[in-house]
């Protein structure tokens, strides 16, 4: 046992997990499931009227294609106690999941930085809809659907991988997949890896359970488009919540995700997305000096600073601006031909766009720009589909999980992959690691405050 403890308890790498166990492990103590919530009202009671049988199919009929996560959830919607233990380890396991996707000789400083964004990401988002059915719908198949990359990450790596990790990774993508925005991510990961090592010539059987990640999340997304649940509950939330949602043409919805997805972004005042956005025109200032790249990097800051921490002088001094970008108006067949409309469209285009510009000034080479693109690319579409919803204004902030772990991660990878010239610039990497400390802290209290309030 304390070979065991020594080996792989207390290495350095994972000290940081350690920390962050406790960290969740205080959040779940204070966490209170509202009476009203999706699970107190609905879930929990289901096995006291119907088997899980006759449950699941019902739910396939009638309303939704995720029969496995919620045959979990009608259980664990019983036990607030319960599921806060299998919560508090789904939590710790996103965070060692992240860290597992870095080679070992990084792996340290990754666990570090992993801790750290998962302390900036706003909890209290996943309460929207009760702590219980949020968890086991985002958080659980986020955490699974991470660890059933390992395998892609381990042939990059040139890691062999025993066939009993990837029957656990099929399982893990078997969950996780059964999650829409999950599904897609596992199925765009696996089938990008499985590009990527066919055109290095590396042997099929390296990576044939990438292959197999992938067949599960397309048969995962068949499953979903089939189910006749999805198409009803559809027909249902149009009428309920969005009923011209049918006169929208695909661009409109994609304006209508990409609109509402850039104002939250931007307007939210998060400190994740203003940490990543600090941290990318840091490594521009640092790696060149050209003026379009610099300013490319500055301008995200401040529009993001200035409309998020300032927005009462914003309101004062520019008021039809405000109202404007406070609106969050998306463009439609309605109103295309209103100029003004197309403000808040072009100024988040240029947001994205500088990010953009910031990476090429940042990243090392093709593959790692491709990479860091690909990623973010990835995480802003798990939240524009949305717009393909009716329900885009009702799900509220947790539907942005995915996004904002999109965005930590490449706020990972880019300070992990750069460590040498943040190092180099000693004021600039004291600062940022005592900037970071702060944030930290200020991250955990927030979350801490938010959490009793609820």
């Known amino acids: 046992m304390r070979k065991v403890w020594s080996k792989y308890i207390i290495r350095k790498e994972y000290l940081p997990l350690l920390v962050f166990a406790g960290i969740q492990l205080v959040f779940h103590i204070f966490m209170k499931e509202p009476q009203e919530s999706d699970a107190m009202w609905f879930f929990s009671r289901q096995l006291d009227a119907y088997t899980l049988k006759d449950y699941l199919e019902a739910r396939y009929a009638v309303w939704s294609s995720r029969l496995l996560i919620e045959a979990v959830l009608v259980y664990l919607s019983r036990s607030m106690f319960w599921w806060k233990v299998f919560d508090w380890a789904a939590w710790v396991f996103l965070a060692w999941s992240f860290a597992g996707l870095f080679p070992e000789e990084k792996r340290e400083t990754a666990s570090y930085l992993v801790v750290g964004f998962l302390c900036l990401y706003p909890i209290w988002d996943l309460r929207t809809a009760g702590w219980i059915a949020t968890g086991v719908n985002y958080t659980w198949p986020l955490a699974l659907g991470v660890y059933s990359l390992h395998g892609a990450a381990r042939t990059c790596f040139g890691k062999k991988t025993p066939v009993f990790l990837w029957v656990l990774y099929g399982l893990c993508a078997l969950y996780g997949a059964n999650m829409e925005q999950m599904c897609a991510v ?9 590009l990527y090592f066919t055109l290095e010539k590396k042997p099929f059987r390296s990576y044939a359970g990438v292959v197999m990640g992938f067949v599960i999340s397309l048969a995962e997304i068949v499953f ?39 104002h939250h972004l931007v307007m939210s005042g998060s400190l994740l997305v203003l940490c990543y956005l600090v941290l990318l025109a840091v490594l521009v200032f640092l790696k060149t000096k050209r003026t379009a790249f610099r300013a490319a990097a500055v301008f995200p800051v401040v529009l993001t600073v200035w409309l998020s921490w300032f927005p009462n002088t914003v309101k004062a001094n520019f008021p039809t601006f ?59 579409a798990t939240r524009i589909v949305m717009g393909f919803t009716p329900t885009i204004y009702v799900s509220q902030e947790r539907t942005f999980l995915f996004l904002y772990m999109a965005l930590g991660m490449s706020a990972v990878y880019v300070a992990v992959n750069h460590l040498r010239t943040l190092r180099e610039n000693r004021v600039v990497w004291e600062t940022l690691k005592v900037a970071g400390a702060v944030l930290f802290t200020v991250g955990i209290v927030l979350d801490l405050a938010e959490i009793g309030m609820g």
């Open 224 to 262: 979903i488009m089939a189910c006749p649940g999805n198409g009803a509950r559809k027909s249902q939330e149009i009428i309920n919540w969005m009923p011209n949602f049918k006169s929208y043409h695909v661009l409109d919805k994609v304006s209508m995700g990409f609109l509402d997805t850039m």
């Open 322 to 380: 405000w109202k404007l970008m406070d609106k969050g108006e998306f463009i439609c067949g309605s109103n295309y031909h209103v100029m003004a409309n197309y403000i808040p469209t072009v100024l988040y285009l240029c947001v994205a766009g500088c990010i953009l510009l910031s990476l090429v000034a940042v990243c090392g080479s093709y593959i790692e720009l491709v990479a860091q693109a690909a990623l973010l690319a990835l995480g802003l």
């Open 186 to 194: 596992i199925l765009a990961v696996n089938f990008g890896a499985i």
